[in-house]
């Protein structure tokens, strides 16, 4: 009777054994399986914020384009306001001037 309770504490020991190495293989199984989904996930948060940044760059560049093209156009027409005086204006002010230096 001693023989069969020893042999079915080697069996159940062995049995123990048995299932200790498998749970130790299913949680390096689960570690690297998440490891690897860390790894996946960061590198979509990486693409999917390098898509946004492009997009962000490219709307600014386009709004910034906007601004100066407004801006140019302005000052396109004050340029044209000034070349467009009159000759005898100029003179007129020259005179203007003229009169008040020599005061």
Do not use: H, P
């Amino acid at each position: 009777m001693a023989e069969e309770v020893l042999k079915k504490i080697q069996k159940a020991e062995k049995e123990a054994d048995e299932i200790i190495l498998k749970a130790n293989e299913e949680s390096k199984n689960i570690a690297k399986e998440t490891d690897q989904k860390i790894k996946e996930d960061g590198n979509k948060i990486i693409s999917d914020l390098k898509t946004e940044l492009k997009q962000l760059k490219e709307k600014t560049v386009e709004e910034a384009n906007k601004s100066v093209d407004i801006l140019l156009a302005k000052e396109e027409e004050n340029i044209k306001d000034i070349l467009n005086v009159d000759d005898k204006k100029i003179d007129e002010i020259a005179n203007i001037l003229r009169e008040r230096v020599v005061k």
